[in-house]
């Protein structure tokens, strides 16, 4: 029944509500310093403490371990802050009743989605802004060599972040409390961070780790940010001897829809129905 | 009520109730709920839903606002079907909800003006914050404001968009009573500003107070609709005369009671010991009610 007349305007654009939620989250994000010292802290801490430690150690190909861990700790943080803590967030918002709010405003859960998307690319930007630099001016690890690794760095650091998000959307879905969320998301990022090659190289790990890191999006976003920073000819030492561009490309782009189909699936504004 | 003539519904939109419920069923897991709830809540007023903890209260409004599915029954607010209606039609009603704003660290002025983005018509945020007496802490932090200053941004969030109706689920539960006259205050200034509201408690004084009229909900249903001074009529009628008598206590219940005592006191020279007559109040009307379901013809 639409015929009860109404005089008023349209409800605002989700573009619009997205943008609110994006400044939102951005200004809530900094408030909360804990958080914000953890995602900013963590690569950057792990980066001096493995670089200082294994610095004269080598990968092999002789490249330095400090330039190989590099790809690794930024793929790392680019998946704590797009999926560890979008989960936890969302898990946690939820608990709190806000989502209700949300629901009761009728807002488009799209534009919730955006405006987590939208922190994690600033906070992703920002991370690697602090990380880089370390590396560089900290630990002689080269930047990558041209506009055309730039680029690569850019894509795959993008793929991996949206990826990130929308699993971490999806996996706030589990049952259980915000707390028991929190603590699942958080293992199974740290277990996933050693199957994937960030510690230890992955050709040094065995056959079925390597096969299940695989299914997976780290292993990818890793071997893609080596691909931008370590030298071409180390590409010979990874599973495939190549970087496998068209395939890291395609397991991300597989992952953010099957995380995106997820989220349709399974979000929910409110607990379950007791 | 003598027989009145029907209007054509579609020519008095206006007048069409603000809420239409007939037969409204939840069950939780082959736990029931609600079992065929009826209810009607006219344009202006404001309505109580009155009920014990788990007679149903919050479940029904969850319904109404679209939030929680129903398993049976005919559901209309603001003329629509909650469960499939659109933002256009979210737009018209507004929820108080127990839960909090965007975020602890975020301010009270802060909070109201962030929520002004996802309404068409929001109200300026100085005007709510002077209508629910938070002006003074619009620049506090909601992590740190009172339990009842909490609530009362929850009102304001409320009536942000410019309500046709609102929707308060238990708005005063855990208040002091200080915090809780002010929040009365605040719901009939609503009402006086011509908003429809629908309000659950379980304090009677509550209902009372606000409510036109009042809906005692108890096993899932409607028991009673009446203004809260009529309400339980046919209970209240019956009154107790009691007196001493022989050193104990005379009791008579009746619909009568001069009557009683015309004969009571012709038939007594002395003082009559002890002589009261009461009739119930309405918590003791209230109780019986709740108390009085009817068990046996459920469903």
């Given at each position: 029944m639409t015929a009860v007349l109404t005089d008023r305007p349209a409800p605002p654009s989700t573009a619009r509500i997205a943008l609110a939620r994006t400044a939102l989250e951005l200004r809530l994000f900094a408030r909360e310093r804990q958080q914000v010292v953890f995602a900013f802290a963590y690569p950057v801490v792990m980066m001096v403490i493995f670089a200082s430690v294994l610095g004269d150690e080598e990968r092999p190909?002789?490249?330095?371990f400090a330039q190989y861990f590099l790809a690794g700790i930024a793929a790392t943080g680019i998946m704590l802050i797009s999926f560890q803590a979008v989960g936890t967030a969302v898990a946690t918002e939820r608990e709190a009743g806000q989502l209700e709010r949300l629901q009761v405003l009728g807002t488009p859960p799209v534009a919730y989605f955006a405006g987590k998307a939208g922190l994690v690319l600033v906070s992703v930007t920002a991370q690697l802004a602090l990380l880089l630099p370390v590396a560089r001016y900290g630990f002689d690890v080269p930047m990558p060599v041209d506009l055309a690794h730039w680029a690569t760095f850019g894509w795959v650091a993008a793929l991996g972040a949206l990826a990130g998000t929308v699993l971490g959307v999806a996996v706030s879905?589990?049952?259980?409390?915000a707390s028991s969320t929190t603590t699942a998301v958080s293992a199974f990022a740290i277990v996933l961070q050693f199957f994937s090659g960030v510690?230890?190289?992955?050709?040094?790990?065995?056959g079925w780790m390597q096969q299940l890191a695989a299914l997976l999006p780290l292993k990818w976003l890793t071997q893609g940010m080596r691909s931008a920073f370590?030298?071409?000819?180390?590409?010979?030492?990874?599973v495939a001897g190549g970087w496998e561009h068209g395939r890291t490309a395609l397991v991300l782009v597989a992952w953010v829809i099957i995380g995106t189909v997820i989220c349709m699936r399974t979000f929910r504004w409110r607990r379950a129905e007791g | 009520m003598t027989s009145t003539q029907l209007a054509p519904p579609a020519t008095r939109a206006g007048a069409a109730p603000a809420v239409a419920v007939r037969g409204l069923g939840k069950s939780y897991g082959g736990r029931?709920?609600?079992?065929?709830l009826d209810l009607e809540v006219r344009r202006g007023e404001c309505f109580a839903l009155l009920?014990?903890?788990?007679?149903g209260k919050t479940t029904t409004i969850e319904v109404l606002e679209g939030v929680r599915r129903r398993d049976a029954g005919e559901v209309l607010v603001l003329g629509e079907d909650p469960a499939v209606a659109g933002r256009d039609w979210r737009a018209r009603i507004g929820v108080v909800s127990q839960g909090e704003g965007?975020?602890?660290?975020?301010s009270v002025r802060e909070t109201l003006d962030h929520f002004?983005?996802?309404?068409?018509t929001p109200r300026p945020t100085a005007e709510l914050l002077a209508a629910v007496g938070l002006t003074e802490q619009a620049?506090?932090?909601?992590?740190?404001?009172s339990g009842g200053q909490r609530r009362r941004l929850a009102v304001a969030l409320g009536v942000q968009g410019d309500p046709e109706l609102v929707f308060l689920d238990?708005?005063?539960?855990?208040?002091?009573p200080a915090a809780r006259r002010q929040f009365w205050q605040l719901v009939r200034d609503l009402r006086t500003g011509g908003t429809t509201v629908l309000l659950t408690t379980h304090y009677l004084d509550e209902a009372a107070e606000l409510a036109d009229r009042v809906g005692v909900v108890a096993g899932g249903r409607l028991v009673e609709v009446a203004p809260p001074a009529e309400l339980g009529a046919d209970l209240r009628r019956v009154a107790t005369v009691r007196w001493r008598e022989d050193g104990g206590w005379r009791e008579v219940r009746t619909e009568t009671p001069s009557v009683v005592l015309r004969d009571l006191l012709a038939a007594t020279l002395h003082e009559v010991q002890g002589l009261s007559v009461t009739r119930p109040g309405l918590e003791d009307v209230y109780l019986q009610l709740v108390g009085a379901t009817p068990q046996g013809d459920q469903r």
């Open positions: 190909g002789e490249i330095p879905a589990l049952p259980g409390s510690f230890f190289g992955f050709l040094e790990l065995p370590l030298p071409e000819q180390a590409g010979a030492f990874e | 029931t709920v609600l079992d065929g009920g014990p903890n788990g007679a965007a975020g602890q660290e975020l002004a983005h996802y309404t068409a620049g506090t932090r909601v992590g740190r404001l238990e708005p005063t539960t855990g208040m002091d």
